[in-house]
């Protein structure tokens, strides 16, 4: 199907810019930045099996396409299921993932949800990764004011660049 294979190839374009970007910024990086393990976060964005993240043993991140915005997917653009179940954690792009425009917003998603994918649950740690690899790889990174608000991230133990 043409919407199937045009999906996968934003999904791709996403991947590649986010890859970019993480190479880039890697060799500023420590070994590790605000919790996340940088050798665990580079294998799952190449999507290889990793261990060092937040969870037992040996885990790889699996890409999903979901077609219909229902249940997470009403809320988000991507989501990540976890903790991983027998070495799987899924990572979910939804419809609003693949909106028209937005190269820029998917590439932020996928920088965003490996952080979960590798380290959990904190949005503010995911959203503090994410701009750092911005802003090394390119000198600038999207606002996400409102979201760090919401999630008051100001009394985090991280910060934006
Ligand atoms: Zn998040």
């Not at 995911?126 to 750092?132: D, V």
């Not at 979201?147 to 991280?158: E, I, K, L, T, V």
Request: hydrophobic share 50%; net charge negative; charged share 20%.
């Amino acid at each position: 199907m043409p919407a199937q294979a045009s999906d996968q190839a934003l999904l791709d374009r996403a991947l590649d810019s986010a890859r970019a970007q993480f190479d880039q910024a890697q060799p500023q990086l420590e070994a590790t930045v605000f919790g996340v393990d940088i050798a665990a976060y580079g294998k799952a964005l190449a999507l290889q099996a990793f261990t060092g993240g937040a969870w037992d043993g040996s885990v790889r991140v699996a890409l999903t396409i979901r077609k219909e915005a229902t249940g997470s997917c009403a809320d988000f653009a991507a989501f990540v299921r976890m903790p991983p179940e027998d070495g799987v954690v899924p990572l979910v792009l939804c419809p609003q993932f693949f909106a028209p425009g937005a190269d820029r917003l998917r590439a932020l998603t996928i920088l965003h949800e490996m952080v979960h994918a590798v380290a959990g649950r904190d949005e503010c740690q995911a959203m503090a990764f994410a701009a750092r690899i911005e802003m090394l790889a390119s000198g600038h990174f999207t606002p996400v004011d409102a979201y760090w608000r919401a999630n008051q991230c100001a009394q985090s133990r991280y910060a934006l660049p």
